[in-house]
């Protein structure tokens, strides 16, 4: 029996609408799949969108992710980021099911300047709520653990755990592998079996089935550094060899890879889709 497959996509910019600009670049670089902003994601403004837009993306065969933007943080002690975030959130869940998006991914904050312990109830009080509200077809809120810098609340895949605990294990909740936050966070995924070794503690943290999403991006920096700076496939210090190993592994195969690499055309993402692949289609 010949296992799925998993598609190659690539977070593309929606210049001239999510559809239209999308759905265009993802065909010029070979995407299988897209993630996209359904709003600034460097701002708090929220978007509306079109229903012609977001009907022709939900209609295409091409899966759907939505990145919801960089400044949330529901472990911040400010009242008003709090406020902005769970807003934020919402409504990318909302433009999520209107774009027919399988999940949103939300980064997992930062305590700031208050205790560990104080975030993680601030998450359940105020996060939880927002997860209960999800129906039951999604889209699925996606965790993504960051590199480590700071006062992170989730860098390795083990501190997924509590987060998990504050939000119940809800079903509707999954988590999101970006390949450079987890190797600057110190999972050596370059080491002999140091993919086997990240995805088993993952697993055994949150259980099977809740990994829905890897972002693969190598990395600019050593093991460790803590420094989310991500390369292109094979130029960094991950190495092509993890890439290959990642699509193997059976809690992994199947699950959409997602790019987040550099560059200011086609050209260098249409390599790495090609690079990826070659890695999943090479026996």
Known sequence: MTAVQSPIGAHVPVAGGLATGGLKYAAEIGAEAVQVFVSNPRGWAQSAG??????????????VY???PYLV?????????????????????????EVG???V???????????????????????????????????????????????MLCATVQQLGPYFEALERHPRVGVCLDTCH?????????????VAETIDALVETVGAGRLKLIHANDSMDVCGSAKDRHENIGAGHIGEGPFAELLRHPQVAGLPFIIETPGRSADPHRKDIETLKRLRDTE
């Open 50 to 63: 079109k229903p012609d837009e977001d009907a022709r993306l939900a209609e295409s065969e091409v899966p």
């Open 66 to 68: 939505v990145h919801a």
């Open 73 to 97: 943080n529901v472990g911040s002690p400010s009242a008003d980021t709090l406020e902005k975030s769970l807003g934020s959130i919402r409504n990318a869940l909302k433009r999520g099911r």
């Open 101 to 103: 998006a399988l999940g």
């Open 105 to 151: 991914v939300v980064h997992t904050g930062s305590a700031v300047s208050q205790s560990y312990d104080e975030a993680m109830r601030q998450i359940h009080e105020h996060l939880l709520p927002v997860v209960e509200e999800i129906p039951e077809d999604g889209p699925d809120l996606l965790l993504e653990p960051m590199a480590g810098q700071g006062a």
């Open 182 to 194: 987890a190797f600057a966070a110190g999972h050596d995924l370059a080491a002999e079996r140091g």
